[in-house]
Structure formats: structure tokens, C-alpha cells
């Protein structure tokens, strides 16, 4: 008995851990101030913003990266919108064909010295969760992985 109250514990501690928000994440030149998922026409996309804490150098290029919903599919690279505005950096990607409930996902940033992307300035990652009732992904067209 005691080892059943014991295992029921633990499940009930991981079940609490995994419906967890993703916290923001702060470097030395950027801070998430919020990440998410907008929908457009049935297809989510990653929307995130950054405060810029520390000016990057002057030629710098920014690339983004996101987590491929479709499985052993690689990353998305690009980003549709890249823009500074008021001292934040906003970032949103392609629309995506398709995403998995409840489940996780990971966007990143490497901002570089230049185009040639041959000296990393530096890099800043953000999880993101995706967690939406089932009759309102059905509801706006959302295709499932």
C-alpha cells in the first residue's frame, strides 16, 4: 500500500510539472516578453517578442529557427516577420500545416556579427507551449500531426 501512495504521488507531481507553462528566458541581449501561437486561415504560427537589453553590433544578422511540428522533418528556418519596434525584436513564423496538441515546442534565435554567420553574437531560446481545447482547434481548422 505504501508503495501505491507512493507511485500515485509521484504521477501526480509529474502530471502537475508537465501542464506547466514554459518560462520566459532572459540573455544578455535579449528577454522573452511573450511567446505563443497566433492563428491565420486554420494555421498556427510561432509569434514571440524579445526586449532588446543590450544593443547588437552595427551589420549584425538575426536568424530564427522553429521546431517542425511534422515528425523527423528539420526545423523551420525564417522567419515571415522580423521586426524592431520600441526596443523589442517581434518574430513570427511561416504558418504551419499542421501542430500537435499539448505538447511543447522550441523557437531560437542566433544573431550573428554579419551575414556571413561566421562569429556568433549570441543565441537565445524560447519553449513555447501549444494547448488549445479540442472543439476550438476543430472549430478554426487546425490540422493536426
Known amino acids: ?3 501505491f501512495t507512493c507511485l500515485l504521488f ?3 507531481i509529474s502530471l502537475n510539472t508537465r501542464a506547466a507553462p514554459p518560462t520566459a528566458n ?3 541581449y535579449f528577454k522573452t516578453v511573450a511567446g505563443g501561437f497566433l492563428i491565420n486561415e486554420g494555421k498556427p504560427l510561432y509569434a514571440l517578442t524579445f526586449e532588446v537589453l543590450k544593443e547588437l553590433p552595427t551589420d549584425s544578422f538575426i536568424e530564427v529557427s522553429f ?15 522580423q521586426e524592431f519596434t520600441d526596443g523589442n525584436l ?7 500545416e499542421c501542430i500537435k496538441n499539448k ?13 556571413q554567420k561566421l562569429k556568433v553574437v549570441t543565441e537565445h531560446s524560447q519553449q513555447i507551449q501549444f494547448n488549445m481545447p479540442r472543439r476550438y482547434i476543430k472549430q478554426l481548422g487546425i490540422n493536426k500531426c
Open 67 to 81: 521546431d517542425n511540428p511534422r515528425k523527423k522533418q528539420p526545423d523551420i528556418v525564417g522567419a515571415a516577420k
Open 10 to 12: 509521484l504521477l501526480l
Open 90 to 96: 517581434l518574430i513570427e513564423s511561416p504558418g504551419l
Open 1 to 3: 500500500m505504501k508503495r
Open 26 to 28: 532572459e540573455t544578455e
Open 103 to 115: 505538447k511543447t515546442y522550441e523557437a531560437r534565435l542566433v544573431a550573428y556579427q554579419s551575414a
